[in-house]
């Protein structure tokens, strides 16, 4: 087998690569640059690394507002192929595969590993900033936009389910 080095330095624009299934929006050029290798005496892993750079939008967590984030993020992965011959979907790994991806012939797509490394770098709670102040919980207003004078929000309503617990007292 032949080990060669690919080189990759490509742009792509907003809806190229389709993130609609995990609520996120590109929203300039993703640009990623790097190397993909078949790695010598290693039966067909394949090493990628480089860097992604893009803007992706996504709903805020509290809020519902839109919430930005630029991402500019080096990545450098290994991928082994999946081997055809082993039987059954769930097959036992060593620790050193942990850490590994797998693939099926004829190979690797860039635009899905670009997709992962660029999903994993957002946060898990995805707010348009740490001083969002979320929706108000009786009538839905945007807090950070109007302030919508609930009264409830100043002097919640005590659910009568729970009131029996109001005059338990713990020893």
Not at 147 to 156: D, F, I, L, Q, W
């Amino acid at each position: 087998m032949e080990v060669r080095k690919i080189a990759f330095a490509e742009t792509w624009q907003p809806g190229e690569i389709d993130f609609s299934d995990s609520g996120v929006r590109q929203t300039s050029p993703l640009r990623a640059e790097g190397l993909a290798e078949i790695l010598p005496h290693s039966g067909e892993e394949v090493r990628v690394h480089g860097s992604v750079q893009t803007t992706l939008e996504t709903e805020c967590d509290r809020c519902l507002g839109n919430a930005v984030f630029p991402v500019s993020a080096k990545f450098d992965l290994f991928y082994k192929p999946v081997d055809p011959d082993v039987p059954g979907e769930e097959i036992a790994i060593d620790e050193g595969e942990a850490e590994m991806g797998f693939y099926e012939l004829p190979g690797l797509v860039l635009e899905d590993i670009l997709r992962e490394q660029l999903l994993l770098q957002l946060p898990m709670q995805r707010v348009c900033s740490e001083t969002c102040k979320g929706m108000c919980p009786v009538c839905g207003a945007n807090r950070n936009e109007v302030k919508c004078g609930c009264e409830a929000v100043r002097n919640p309503v005590v659910d009568e389910r729970w009131k029996a617990l109001k005059d338990l007292k713990v020893q």
